[in-house]
C-alpha cells in the first residue's frame, strides 16, 4: 500500500501537523528519527513522569485535511496500527519479539523501559485503509491475532488493560492507543528499535478479538442493602475501599448512562465530574481517568462552537479534588437508575474456582463469615501440577484439548482427546507425562471440568503424522521445524524419538561424517536418500525402500548410520525389523517425510510378520481396522524413505522359509548390493576408515537435517524447481528411444 498519512507533534498544538509517507518503511523512518532526549526514574513522582514524557513527540492517525483538530469527528482512514505494552516478563518480551518479525512492524522501546520490566511499543501495517469506527475493532482483533500466534492467551481485561499470558511471562498491553484520535509516543534518543519487513496485517482475515479466560477478580464488595443519598454514598458504596483494577470501566459505565450524558451539556455539572476524576490523579489511574474526562466532554461537542477535547485537556491540568471523590459519580449515577457492576462481581467472588499457583492448580470456595459478614476462603484443595490450557485442536475426525506443563524444568505439551479428559486413559496419559494429579475422585471432576470449560482458545491442528504440517515440519520426537500458518502438535509416538537430538554443527557434520562418506558409492547412496526424505512431499513424490545387502562385516551398518545422523543419534534412532506390521505402521507414520534406519532383516525370523511389514512400509498405507464403537479408524498414510540392511536381498529373505511376494508388493523398494567402502581418505585400511566414521556419526548428528529441513521450508518452490531441472537433466541421460 502506498501513501500512510498520519499526524506528528510535539505537546498539545491545537492543529498538528499533518504529513504523508511514500510507504511503510519510510513511515517508520520518520517515526524513529524524532527522538527526543528525556530521562524516567522511578524515584519521580507520576507528575514528574507526566511531564517529562511531554518533552516527547508523538505521531496519530491523520485528519480528513491539513488544519483540523484532532478529534474523532475529524479523523480520516488509516492505514497502520499501533499497541502499547505497558508492562512485560522478560521472557514473555523476547517470545513476542521472536513472533513479531513475521510480520511488517516497528518495535521500539518505551523511556519507562528496564531489563527486568520490558516495554514496548508496536506499529504495524495494515492491508488496506481501516476507518475511524473499525479502527479500535480492527487493533483489537490483530492484538489477539499477534498474541496467540506467540503462543499466549488472554487472562484478564481491567479497563483499557488487557493481560495476556504463556505460563509464568505474561504482557500487559494498553488498549487506550486503539481509539480514532488516539496518538502514541515517538522513541527518546537511545531507545532500541526493530524493523521488519514481513507479511502486512491482513485485515479482512483478521480471527474474532479473544475473550479472558477468567473475569478479573475485584478487590472490593458492596454493601447490600445500603441506600443513602449521593453525598453520603460517595463515600460508602461498594468501591469503598479505592480504586480497584476495573474503577476506570466502571467510571466510563456511569459516566454513559443516559442522565451522566445530560451533564455533560452543563458547565457546573461537567466541571463537577472533572473534580472527582481528578481524585485519581497520584495513582496509577491518572491517565486513564484523564482520557475520560476528554472522552466525555466530547459527548456534548454538538452544543458548544469551541473545542472541547482541547479544552478538557487544558482544564485538567488544573483540577485538584477537593474533599470530593471518583465515588460520587457513582453515586450519581446510582441515583439515575445505573446499575454498578461492582456489584455482580462481588456476587461473582462468592462462586468457587480453579486458581493456577507456581506450586500447582489449587480449588478455592469462597463463604461468608456469618460473624463478621466478610467473604472468606476456606484452606485451598490442590488439584494437581500447575498446568496451562493452550487450546482446542482436531485431527479431522476427534476433539482434543492441548495442554503444557513443566516436568522437571522440561515443558511438556500434551494433545489430550476431549473424550479422555475427566477419565481414566486421560489422567494416565497426563500422569505419565509428569503431571502430579489428585487422586481424590472428588477432586479430579473439578478439574476435568475446570480443562473443558475454559473459553475457547487458539485452534490447534492434531497431526497423527510427522513432516510437513501447514507449512511446518514436525519432527519424530514432535519437535516443529519451521513456521507453521496455524498451531501444530503432534500426538503420536515414535519408539525412537528420544534419539532425535543433536550433537554439533552443520559444519562439523560436513567436516567430519560427509568426508569420510565423500568417494564410496553406497555411503553417498544412503546420505542422498536420507536427503531426499523430507522433500517427497513438497515435489509430489511417493515413498521409496533402499535395502543394502552383503555378507556381514561388509559395513552395512556404518552405512546406514552415516546416513541416520543427519536427523540424530545413529544408535538411538536404529529402528528394526522384529515388530509386527502394525508396530511398523505406527513408526512409519511418526517417520512422515522423514527417514527411517531398518537394521539387519535377519533380526526377524518370522518370514510374514518381514513381508506384511515391508508391504505397509513401502506401500505408504497402514491396514483398515475398526473402531470399538463401531465403523472404522482413519486409515494410517504415510511417505518415507526407509534404508534396510541384510545379507540377502528382501525378496529372497521373505522366500527362504516358504513366504511369497506378489508381484508390485515391493515396487518402490530398491535391492542394491552393498559396496564396500574404498576411499579412505588417507586413513591406512578399511576398518580404520569404519572406526573414525563411527567416531565421526557419534559425535556430530542431528544437526545438518534441522538446518536442510529448515531451509525446505522457507524455500519450498525452489526445491520444486532443482528437482524438477534435475528430472530433466536425468531423461536427457537416457538412450533415444527405438523408433
Given amino acids: 500500500m502506498s501513501g500512510f498519512g498520519y499526524l506528528m507533534a510535539q505537546g498539545q498544538p491545537l492543529t498538528p501537523a499533518r504529513f504523508t509517507a511514500n510507504s511503510f518503511k519510510e513511515l517508520c523512518k520518520a517515526i524513529l528519527s524524532h527522538s527526543v532526549q528525556i530521562s524516567i526514574t522511578t524515584e519521580m513522582t507520576d507528575e514528574e513522569r507526566r511531564k517529562e514524557k511531554q518533552k516527547l513527540y508523538w505521531f496519530s492517525a491523520p485528519t480528513q485535511r491539513a488544519g483540523q483538530r484532532r478529534i474523532v469527528g475529524n479523523m480520516a482512514a488509516c492505514a497502520f496500527g499501533c499497541a502499547d505494552i505497558d508492562e512485560s516478563s522478560p521472557g514473555a518480551m523476547q517470545t513476542l519479539l521472536v513472533s513479531l518479525r513475521h510480520h ?54 481491567t479497563g483499557q488493560k488487557a493481560r495476556w499470558e504463556n505460563g509464568s511471562n505474561y504482557l500487559v498491553l494498553d488498549r487506550s492507543v486503539y481509539g480514532a484520535q488516539s496518538y502514541l509516543y515517538c522513541p527518546h534518543v537511545g531507545a532500541k528499535s526493530q524493523l521488519h519487513a514481513g507479511a502486512v496485517i491482513a485485515v479482512d482475515a483478521l480471527p474474532e478479538p479473544a475473550q479472558p479466560v477468567a473475569a478479573p477478580k475485584p478487590k472490593a464488595k458492596k454493601q447490600a442493602g445500603h441506600e443513602a443519598s449521593p453525598e453520603t454514598d460517595a463515600d460508602f458504596d461498594d468501591l469503598s475501599i479505592g480504586p480497584d483494577t476495573s474503577v476506570i470501566s466502571d467510571l466510563r459505565s456511569a459516566l454513559w ?43 456534548a461537542q454538538d452544543a458548544y462552537e469551541e473545542d472541547l477535547s482541547e479544552g478538557a485537556a487544558a482544564r485538567w491540568e488544573g483540577l485538584e479534588p477537593d474533599k470530593t471523590s471518583y465515588k460520587a459519580i457513582f453515586a450519581d449515577a446510582q441515583v439515575l437508575g445505573w446499575v454498578n457492576e461492582a456489584t455482580k462481581r462481588a456476587a461473582n467472588r462468592l462462586n468457587p474456582r480453579v486458581e493456577r499457583r507456581d506450586d500447582g492448580m489449587y480449588y478455592i470456595v469462597p463463604r461468608i463469615n456469618k460473624r463478621t459478614g466478610e467473604i472468606e476462603e476456606q484452606p485451598p484443595a490442590w488439584l494437581c501440577s500447575a498446568v496451562d490450557v493452550l487450546g482446542r485442536g482436531t485431527d479431522g475426525s476427534e476433539e482434543y484439548i492441548v495442554l503444557s506443563w513443566l516436568c522437571n524444568v522440561r515443558k511438556v505439551t500434551e494433545a489430550i482427546p476431549l473424550c479422555d479428559i475427566g477419565e481414566r486413559d486421560g489422567w494416565r496419559r497426563m500422569k505419565a507425562g509428569g503431571l502430579n494429579v489428585t487422586s481424590k475422585n472428588s477432586f479430579r471432576a473439578v478439574l476435568g471440568d475446570y480443562l473443558q470449560l475454559h473459553d475457547e482458545l487458539t485452534r490447534w491442528n492434531v497431526a497423527k503424522t510427522t513432516g510437513w504440517q501447514h507449512g511446518a515440519y514436525i519432527m519424530p520426537d514432535g519437535e516443529i521445524l519451521g513456521t507453521s500458518a496455524k498451531p501444530v502438535i503432534f500426538c503420536g509416538h515414535s519408539a525412537t524419538a528420544q534419539g532425535y537430538t543433536v550433537k554439533g554443527t552443520p559444519e562439523s557434520w560436513r567436516d567430519n561424517v560427509a568426508r569420510l562418506a565423500a568417494g564410496n558409492p553406497s555411503m553417498v547412496t544412503a546420505i542422498a536418500a536420507a536427503f531426499a526424505a523430507p522433500m517427497l512431499s513438497l515435489v509430489g513424490a511417493d515413498g521409496f525402500g533402499i535395502h543394502f545387502y552383503e555378507q556381514s562385516s561388509a559395513g552395512k551398518t556404518t552405512t546406514a548410520n552415516t546416513a541416520a545422523s543427519l536427523y540424530g543419534s545413529p544408535d538411538k534412532t536404529k529402528l528394526t525389523w522384529y515388530g509386527t506390521a502394525l508396530g511398523m505402521v505406527n513408526e512409519a507414520a511418526a517417520h512422515n517425510d522423514g527417514f527411517m534406519s531398518l537394521d539387519e532383516i535377519s533380526q526377524n525370523t518370522r518370514r510374514r510378520d518381514v513381508a506384511e511389514s515391508a508391504y505397509a512400509l513401502f506401500n505408504g ?113 537416457l538412450p533415444a528411444q527405438g523408433g
Fill in 104 to 157: 511488517s512492524v516497528l518495535v521500539y522501546q518505551t523511556a519507562s523501559h528496564t531489563a527486568a520490566s520490558p516495554r514496548m511499543r508496536i506499529v504495524y501495517e495494515f492491508s488496506r485503509l481501516v476507518e475511524p469506527d473499525e479502527r479500535r475493532a480492527v487493533c483489537e482483533a490483530t492484538e489477539s491475532m499477534l498474541m496467540q500466534e506467540a503462543g499466549f492467551t488472554l487472562a484478564n481485561l
Fill in 257 to 299: 448512562h443516559p442522565g451522566m450524558l445530560q451533564k455533560a451539556h452543563d458547565n457546573g455539572a461537567w466541571i463537577d465530574q472533572g473534580y472527582r476524576l481528578a481524585s485519581l490523579k497520584g495513582t496509577d489511574f491518572e491517565d486513564d481517568a484523564r482520557q475520560l474526562w476528554i472522552d466525555w466532554s466530547v459527548t
Fill in 621 to 733: 498405507v497402514g491396514k483398515l481396522q475398526g473402531r470399538r464403537d463401531g465403523g472404522n479408524r482413519e486409515v494410517m498414510r504415510y511417505t518415507t524413505v526407509a534404508l534396510s540392511t541384510g545379507e540377502t536381498d528382501l525378496e529372497s529373505f521373505i522366500r527362504e522359509d516358504g513366504g511369497s511376494i506378489n508381484a508390485g508388493q515391493l515396487v518402490r523398494l530398491l535391492n542394491i548390493p552393498l559396496t564396500r567402502a574404498s576411499d579412505f581418505h588417507s586413513l591406512p585400511d578399511g576398518k580404520s576408515h569404519a572406526d573414525a566414521l563411527k567416531t565421526a556419526y557419534q559425535n556430530h548428528y542431528g544437526a545438518v537435517g534441522r538446518k536442510w529441513i529448515s531451509t525446505l521450508a522457507e524455500n519450498p518452490k525452489a526445491a520444486q524447481e532443482a528437482v524438477a531441472a534435475a528430472k530433466q537433466r536425468w531423461k536427457g541421460l
